[in-house]
């Protein structure tokens, strides 16, 4: 007589983001984890140990199926080459593809889901819900809102994507190109005409070059870019890209709140 099979939970996860495998350390399931992305930054002690097995656009297939996971977790578009040649080998790949606050959360509860967790999905969910709610209360209470230029690449200059924008509004700012945020190409959100910035009149000036250590000089000496409030005033600032160009924890956490204290020192010093 055949017995009735029980599910099998992934116990061999190969991450090729940073998202994942941080959700994965915060929800205290790190062990299933065994491989991840060389560009993993968070959590710091995932990059000691865990194997490398991907950069963003490339994998080392080789590697990963010597491995023999269970379950390769990808994100984006950008991925589908890696994805799909998983595929072709067998292998059991789930792709992400969140591009906002509503659909990082979702992609925590699915996540959790997939490894047969979904209470740890829950918890995780609700923690960074609480902290957004917390900031966008304080927000709430600022007299003024600065506008806010937030820079993704310097050249061609890219705005930030969909959850930035979300961010920014949250923290108390005004996103000044709101209109670009939902697409989730770069190539769609790149602004052509340098002036067209100038016209905004941004209060505050946010870079957060993916990768690229942040050179306030070739901002600064961009023609015209002098009459820009937040240019004239100083209110120039870096977050790490690591904590937000990610679309997971770090922007919910560390990314939103160094947008909110950024905006509320603004709002601060121009409210007096």
């Not at 055949?2 to 959700?23: D, G, S, V, Y």
């Not at 809102?145 to 890219?158: G, S």
């Not at 005004?174 to 941004?202: G, M, T």
Request: with cysteine; net charge negative.
């Amino acid at each position: 007589m055949h017995t009735i099979p029980e599910p099998k939970w992934p116990e061999r996860i190969i991450c090729l983001t940073e998202e994942t495998t941080e959700a994965l350390y915060l929800m205290e399931e790190d062990h299933r984890i065994i491989g991840i992305s060389a560009y993993t930054m968070r959590p710091e002690r995932a990059r000691k140990e865990k194997t490398k097995v991907s950069a963003y656009i490339t994998a080392r297939t080789e590697k990963i199926l010597e491995l023999k996971p269970d379950l390769v977790l990808a994100f984006s578009d950008m991925q589908a080459d890696i994805v799909a040649d998983l595929i072709k080998e067998g292998i059991q790949v789930h792709c992400f593809n969140h591009r906002s606050i509503s659909e990082t959360l979702q992609m925590i509860r699915t996540l959790s889901g997939l490894i047969g967790q979904p209470e740890k999905g829950i918890k995780l969910v609700a923690d960074l819900q609480s902290n957004l709610t917390r900031i966008k209360q304080e927000a709430d209470k600022l007299p003024t809102r600065p506008k806010v230029y937030f820079e993704e690449w310097f050249d061609p200059i890219i705005t930030g994507i969909g959850w930035v924008s979300e961010l920014i509004e949250i923290a108390g700012g005004i996103d000044c190109y709101s209109e670009f945020s939902k697409q989730s190409l770069a190539k769609n959100r790149i602004v052509a005409d340098a002036n067209d910035v100038i016209a905004k009149q941004p209060d505050i000036y946010i870079a957060s070059w993916c990768g690229r250590k942040f050179d306030e000089e070739k901002v600064t000496s961009r023609a015209g870019w002098q009459e820009i409030p937040a240019i004239k005033n100083g209110d120039i600032f870096e977050i790490n890209s690591t904590d937000i160009l990610q679309p997971g924890p770090a922007a919910l956490t560390d990314g939103v709140n160094q947008l909110a204290d950024i905006i509320k020192q603004w709002s601060d010093r121009n409210s007096q």
